[in-house]
């Protein structure tokens, strides 16, 4: 075997491995996707008892936690960023916050999922009457 048979071996090799990781590449599905709500507590147009509320929040996908947040908006509509849990498993935010007065609230999310998008949205509850 001569040395041009070699090196035309390993060239050969090198364009067979390079367009195994191309195809690997192109075929392999993408796993980045908006996050969206898969489960919440309270959960949407749930009724909670007043006193501490502990705010989960689970996405389909891996979010950013340090760009993402939860603001809770009281009945009278004043609005409370409730600080972020930091040892959170990947796509959920959690929280604790009290609610201490009866009426409707609304728990505003917004999270960047991994794929760069921003999604937000808004979880409706009530607090009072029959959770007491």
């Known amino acids: 075997m001569t040395d041009t048979d070699t090196r035309d071996g390993r060239r050969r090799r090198r364009l ?4 195994v990781v191309l195809a690997a590449a192109l075929v392999t599905p993408v796993a980045l996707a908006h996050a969206i709500v898969e489960s919440s507590q309270p959960a949407a147009n749930a009724v909670v008892a007043p006193g501490e509320l502990r705010v989960r ?5 891996r979010i950013d936690i340090a760009r993402s947040r939860l603001v809770l908006i009281a009945p009278d509509r004043r609005q409370t960023t409730l600080a972020l849990d930091a040892d959170d498993k990947p796509g959920v935010v959690t929280a604790t916050t009290r609610v201490n007065t009866d009426g ?6 917004q999270v960047l999922s991994l794929d760069g998008h921003v999604t937000r949205g808004d979880i409706p509850f009530r607090v009072g009457g029959a959770a007491r």
């Open 16 to 19: 067979r491995d390079a367009i």
């Open 104 to 109: 409707r609230f609304t728990l505003h999310w």
């Open 57 to 61: 929040v689970q996405f389909s996908s």
